[in-house]
């Protein structure tokens, strides 16, 4: 089960109940971060990028992924960060040596991952919280939701095209929320003149910082937050 910890936010004494979220391995097997049941809780300032990510090892295989940092936020517009515990400790299933054909994979594993928890942490800076995996199955890469939100991570090894972008922007209307397009691979011209037609923000993935808006929708999103 994943941890829970009371936290008592500092600007307005309000107190909550934190929940640490999971994330999926690549093994299947679900990850939470170990939080400091004694540490203090405290206010996020100034945003730098490699303090949003927490090293957590997954107890099943122990593959060690870069997550995002776990954080709450108050009601009174304060946000939290919440201590993370030391990494557990590893435990590997015997008879599972590395080989160097299973370090590609690792590697692509670790590569998708990253793009996903960008994209979340950048709907984060646009308003949106809760955001997760939907577990839903998509051929067209990771679907993330939140709180009126829809958004889709596409995959590395193709351009998104207008139906990608499509099927994205007719599921939002069926659940009443908005919609924004992550990838790492570009978009079509035809799929940039659709979006632009639907008003859907698309968003270009960088090996390193904050998803570039590649279309009018996205740019204004960015100047204006969520």
Do not use: K
Not at 188 to 197: G, I, L
């Amino acid at each position: 089960m994943p941890e829970s910890v009371p936290v008592r936010c500092p600007a307005c004494r309000r107190s909550h109940r934190y929940t640490a979220p999971s994330y999926p391995c690549a093994c299947g097997a679900p990850v939470t971060p170990p939080l400091d049941l004694d540490g203090v809780p405290a206010p996020v300032g100034h945003r730098a990028w490699a303090e949003e990510w927490v090293a957590v090892r997954c107890g099943r295989c122990g593959l060690r992924g870069e997550w995002p940092r776990p954080e709450l936020g108050c009601p009174c517009g304060t946000v939290l960060l919440i201590p993370v515990a030391g990494p557990p400790a590893l435990r590997v299933p015997a008879g599972r040596p590395e080989t160097s054909a299973a370090r590609p994979a690792r590697d692509a594993d670790q590569a998708d991952r990253d793009e996903v928890t960008a994209a979340v942490l950048h709907l984060r800076r646009l308003g949106h919280q809760d955001v997760r995996r939907t577990g839903r199955p998509s051929p067209s890469g990771v679907e993330l939701a939140g709180r009126g939100v829809l958004a889709q991570v596409g995959p590395s090894a193709r351009q998104a095209t207008p139906r990608d972008v499509e099927c994205l922007w007719l599921t939002a209307m069926t659940e009443s929320a908005v919609c924004r397009y992550f990838t790492v691979a570009g978009y079509t011209e035809e799929a940039r003149a659709r979006a632009d037609t639907l008003d859907v923000p698309l968003f270009l993935l960088g090996p390193a910082g904050a998803p570039r808006p590649v279309n009018g929708p996205a740019e204004a999103l960015d100047a204006g937050g969520a």
